[in-house]
């Protein structure tokens, strides 16, 4: 048997390919180490807990690339490569590494499901062909490589037709269509995004049920199925943008059992070794039903039903490729049955889609085979009713309110507001039998939605003195939360809460067990229901620690949180704490039953944080480490009395509240960027008068720089202010001064900080740090860090803080300005921890938890063998109506790390996906761009349609050239819209060829300790 293997991870969190592949790549690293095996990681995510040097023996953040995964194993000499685990990213690298004869030249096995099967169920042509042998309906279709061969199917089958291109990931390039003249941009884009250069055009069957079956093989050809999951939403909405309910609700027995067969079919005929998800369209009015598609890997569905059952589908994935067979492998929730018995689950599970729209207001918000999430939620209750509310509780925004004259358009072409046009209709009186007609939804469904509008016209009908028992019983059964039941009875949530606990109405808590009670569990994996009895016990612990997740990823709150909730809580195992997570994102390590002591898998609410401390006894409530989510909490929590480890809310309030911010800087001698905080649009237009434009607006507690606006005069500020209603203010307007950006992450103890080195920004002030590229250590001067430093000590000082903090400055020739600071765990923590090779949340969460031994004054600073340059990703590919031009506004969806023993060197592992700059037709600088000419000399409509072109320069502030950038992006061209990102690029040019650098802290180390 093998004894090094490598595995390769799914690089930066792109929509499509998200945290559901740390997740399962982190079971998978910990599976090998458990029966003994030496693992070598590779993945240049550094955000993400997977890279963390304790979850393999050694982790390189290198390219995802052909290069450079050869020059790791020419290092690493592993036995056997397990690519299954890393989305579409590993299983493309997989093929290719087959292909070019890499795996046979260094004798490597691949462990798992073989790369002949990889291509049957990923090459269109191949997988047609394999449905056809087993006589698996598949969708009239036609693999199609030019524009012309798809217009000529389509005229054949007639419109709408659907593109789904070869080896993608989300939906990548494909798409939708209903008449010719949008299929050749669609086809266009189709055939770049698919590596091979094919596409399957076939006629669409929008409307069908979506039914999916996570199902597992191994190699004696026993299969089981985890888990099947049914759409909400028809086919024609890819799933990771559809509401999806586990397990199935409105199949009979007999359709549940043909397609559970019709996949144990395909798998056995694809011989996936491991997991292997596969999605099917039902009609409704009858028992037709065609196969859409089969990923043999671990997905993002395998994520959601490993969280949905608690059976854990990687680990037991990895255990299949190493050989085991599934009546060989115990299943570690329960103990004593076997990974071979199917889970049976007591309750319901939706999930639902996060989308960036709130952030994006002008993107196209229609739903159709390209995902646009960025992340989801997941809830469990024993009711479906119970289990949609709790999902729209957990996604962290407001519902948006609707034009009653517009909600129609929202049924016939799907949008993220379809769920919420719907329960309006509904709320007006519209049947749901006219709503079937228009959406194919079905009638189940939609009942269940008919269900809470009845619940909340009873509510409106009541006062709070004749709300009786049985109604606030019904209302909490179905989901219904304190603070909606009193908006709807029109009193304070403090009232229907004490209303609640004087009728003795308190939440239930239920296991998660794989077995739905049939079998003794010994899982920790825990549920809250008002419907039926309590079955779990406090934990037995004199400490007892909640650490608060931060809910589901979305553009400016990442899996950085992910990491900091999980290193969180392996330190206060340490110190002999107990530790319960709460958290709702099913693709999260925090959310693994194995992380913690105990998991919550509930909304972050205050109502449901309060139950849960006054169930467990909670000593300390850590909301540091949960991101704005957990921080934004921090208030309310102080207010009901529970326990926060760390700073007090006046604190938090010192450093994010503007006003405060400013005054306190002004007292300790520190400069900040001249600014005011304006309540109304009268007090920004007079504010606005005393300064110099540009400014920048924005509204005050946000993430990821949304809603923050440049402003160039009076007019633009107007009309920023237009757009802006009264929930948005307080607004800050601070005066726009150019300059280099830099940031820290430091620990402090109120008197002590341990700063491991300052982070630099390469674009300037002005573009948002998460869409920054950034070098750290840094290159600044000695003085100027000393300043940096200075500035910190004073403000934790005068504060007296605790507990992890980020703090960004702006550097001008004059002066070192203090631009923010976030009283929490960031971004950026995770790089400069496995960069320093020092845990910043280990010791923070030491201060933090009162440990005697930590003293954060004699923590050795490191001594860097390798600079790390951070580079942001954009899921350009699918939002590319979006202008991608750096500003304030985050946009991008994940970052990525690469060491060096330079700057440059790093530059050239960031870029190496790149085609060389000179070469033909390979780039185009636009005229406007004044710092060189163009290299090919093609008119850019000539240049944009050659399969070559891959990289435009354009950073002018045009309509013309926002309209050409956005055409780049639609052909998979790779744009750079800023000066100094180019200049990045072009100076990684002229390195020579590199050495894999591994992260220190492997067994190889990369650096010295102090």
Do not use: W
């Given at each position: 048997m093998s004894k090094k293997i490598l595995i390769i991870g799914s690089g930066p969190i792109l929509i499509g390919q998200a945290a559901e592949f740390d997740y399962s790549g982190t079971q998978g690293c910990l599976a090998l180490k458990e029966e003994g095996f030496?693992?070598?990681?590779?993945?240049?995510?550094?955000?993400?807990?997977?890279?963390?040097?304790?979850?393999?023996?050694?982790?390189?953040?290198?390219?995802?690339?052909?290069?450079?995964?050869?020059?790791?194993?020419?290092?690493?000499?592993?036995?056997?490569?397990?690519?299954?685990?890393?989305?579409?990213?590993?299983?493309?690298?997989?093929?290719?590494?087959?292909?070019?004869?890499?795996?046979?030249?260094?004798?490597?096995?691949?462990?798992?499901?073989?790369?002949?099967?990889?291509?049957?169920?990923?090459?269109?042509?191949?997988?047609?062909?394999?449905?056809?042998?087993?006589?698996?309906?598949?969708?009239?279709?036609?693999?199609?490589?030019?524009?012309?061969?798809?217009?000529?199917?389509?005229?054949?089958?007639?419109?709408?037709?659907?593109?789904?291109?070869?080896?993608?990931?989300?939906?990548?390039?494909?798409?939708?269509?209903?008449?010719?003249?949008?299929?050749?941009?669609?086809?266009?884009?189709?055939?770049?995004?698919?590596?091979?250069?094919?596409?399957?055009?076939?006629?669409?069957?929008?409307?069908?049920?979506?039914?999916?079956?996570?199902?597992?093989?191994?190699?004696?050809?026993?299969?089981?199925?985890?888990?099947?999951?049914?759409?909400?939403?028809?086919?024609?909405?890819?799933?990771?943008?559809?509401?999806?309910?586990?397990?199935?609700?409105?199949?009979?027995?007999?359709?549940?059992?043909?397609?559970?067969t019709a996949a144990f079919t395909i798998i056995s005929e694809l011989e996936v070794v491991g997991g292997c998800n596969v999605q099917f369209a039902l009609d409704p009015n009858s028992n037709q039903y065609y196969v859409i598609e089969v990923n043999p890997r671990v997905s993002r569905s395998s994520a959601l039903a490993s969280k949905a059952t608690g059976y854990p589908i990687a680990k037991m994935a990895t255990k299949l490729a190493l050989g085991f067979t599934l009546d060989e492998l115990k299943n570690p929730l329960t103990g004593t049955t076997y990974a071979s018995f199917e889970p049976a689950l007591d309750y319901v599970v939706v999930k639902f889609p996060r989308w960036p729209f709130d952030k994006f207001s002008e993107a196209d918000r229609k739903l159709g085979t390209k995902m646009k999430a960025?992340?989801?939620?997941?809830?469990?209750?024993?009711?479906?009713?119970?289990?949609f509310q709790k999902a729209l509780a957990s996604l962290d925004q407001s519902i948006p309110e609707l034009d009653p004259t517009q909600l129609k358009t929202h049924l016939t072409q799907p949008t993220d507001l379809r769920y919420f046009a719907i329960l309006d209709l509904l709320r007006q009186g519209e049947t749901i039998e006219q709503i079937h007609k228009e959406t194919a939804i079905d009638l189940f469904f939609l009942s269940i939605l008919q269900n809470l509008v009845k619940i909340e016209n009873k509510l409106k009908a009541c006062t709070t003195e004749t709300l009786s028992e049985e109604l606030l019983q019904l209302a909490k059964v179905y989901g219904f939360t304190d603070a909606s039941i009193a908006k709807l009875v029109q009193t304070s949530e403090s009232t229907i809460t004490q209303k609640r606990l004087g009728y003795h109405l308190y939440p239930s808590y239920k296991m998660v067990d794989t077995c739905a009670a049939e079998f003794e569990a010994a899982t920790n994996y825990v549920y809250a229901t008002y419907s039926g009895v309590n079955e779990i016990d406090p934990l037995p612990s004199a400490k007892k620690a909640l650490i608060v997740g931060a809910g589901p990823i979305r553009i400016g709150q990442g899996v950085e949180f992910d990491y900091s909730a999980v290193k969180a809580i392996e330190t206060l195992k340490e110190l002999g704490w107990s530790t319960i997570m709460i958290n709702n994102n099913p693709e999260t390590v925090s959310t693994d039953y194995e992380t913690a002591d105990r998991l919550y898998f509930e909304p972050i609410t205050k109502e449901i944080i309060e139950a849960i401390v006054e169930h467990e006894q909670i000593d300390q409530v850590y909301t540091q480490f949960g991101g704005q989510t957990a921080i934004n909490l921090a208030a309310q929590l102080e207010e009901a009395g529970i326990p926060l480890a760390g700073v007090s809310v006046d604190t938090i309030a010192q450093l994010e509240d503007r006003e405060q911010f400013y005054s306190m800087l002004k007292s300790l001698d520190i400069p900040h960027i001249p600014g005011a905080v304006c309540h109304t649009f009268d007090e920004a237009m007079f504010a606005a008068s005393s300064y110099t434009y540009p400014l920048l607006c924005r509204p005050s507690y946000v993430i990821g720089g949304q809603g923050m606006v440049k402003v160039n005069n009076e007019h633009e500020l107007k009309g920023a202010l237009a757009g802006t209603d009264a929930r948005h203010y307080p607004i800050v307007l601070d005066e726009f001064i150019t300059g280099q950006e830099a940031e820290v992450d430091l620990v402090a103890d109120g008197e002590h900080i341990f700063i491991p080195e300052i982070m630099e920004h390469v674009e300037p002030a002005g573009i948002h740090s998460g869409d920054s590229m950034a070098i750290f250590p840094s290159t600044l001067d000695e003085d100027v860090k000393a300043t940096i430093k200075e500035y910190a000590s004073k403000i934790v000082q005068h504060t007296d803080y605790k507990g992890i903090m980020n703090i960004q400055f702006l550097l001008t020739e004059d002066a070192v300005y203090v631009l923010e600071v976030n009283p929490r765990a960031s971004r950026t923590v995770p790089i400069v921890s496995k960069v320093s090779n020092r845990s910043l949340i280990d010791l923070a969460t030491r201060v933090l938890a009162g440990d005697v031994s930590s003293h954060l004054n004699q923590v050795q600073p490191p001594e860097f063998e390798h600079v790390a340059v951070k580079y942001p990703l954009f899921s350009a590919h699918a939002l590319p109506e979006l202008d991608h031009k750096l500003n304030a506004n985050m946009k991008s969806t994940g970052e990525g790390m690469c060491l060096g023993g330079t700057v440059q060197e790093a530059l050239a592992k960031v870029f190496e996906h790149l085609p060389h700059f000179y070469e033909e037709h390979v780039s185009f600088v636009e005229e406007g761009y004044s710092h060189m000419e163009s290299p090919s000399q093609l008119p850019f409509s000539e240049w944009i349609q050659t399969d070559q072109a891959s990289i435009y320069v354009n950073d002018q502030q045009t309509t013309e050239a926002m309209e050409r950038r956005i055409q780049a992006l639609k052909y998979g061209v790779t744009v750079f819209s800023q000066k100094e990102t180019f200049e990045a690029y072009l100076a990684s040019l002229h390195v020579s060829p590199y050495l894999p650098a591994p992260l220190p802290g492997s067994l190889n180390e990369g650096v010295k300790l102090g």
């Open positions: 030496n693992v070598v990681l590779v993945n240049n995510n550094p955000a993400t807990i997977m890279t963390d040097t304790t979850m393999a023996d050694t982790v390189y953040c290198e390219p995802l690339t052909v290069n450079s995964i050869e020059a790791i194993i020419k290092k690493e000499q592993p036995d056997a490569l397990l690519a299954g685990l890393g989305g579409q990213t590993a299983l493309n690298l997989a093929v290719e590494l087959d292909k070019q004869g890499i795996l046979s030249k260094y004798n490597i096995e691949l462990l798992g499901t073989s790369v002949t099967s990889i291509q049957k169920g990923e090459d269109r042509e191949l997988f047609r062909e394999l449905m056809s042998e087993l006589s698996q309906p598949v969708p009239e279709s036609e693999v199609i490589e030019t524009v012309q061969g798809a217009k000529d199917f389509a005229r054949k089958v007639g419109y709408p037709v659907i593109s789904r291109p070869a080896y993608t990931l989300g939906g990548r390039g494909g798409g939708i269509v209903d008449y010719e003249s949008e299929l050749e941009e669609l086809i266009h884009n189709g055939l770049k995004a698919s590596p091979i250069g094919q596409v399957i055009l076939e006629k669409s069957i929008a409307g069908f049920k979506e039914v999916e079956y996570e199902v597992m093989r191994d190699h004696n050809g026993t299969c089981i199925s985890v888990c099947n999951m049914e759409n909400f939403d028809p086919v024609g909405v890819h799933t990771g943008d559809s509401i999806v309910v586990a397990p199935s609700q409105t199949l009979t027995d007999q359709e549940y059992q043909m397609l559970r960025t992340g989801e939620v997941m809830a469990i209750d024993r009711t479906l009713e119970g289990a």
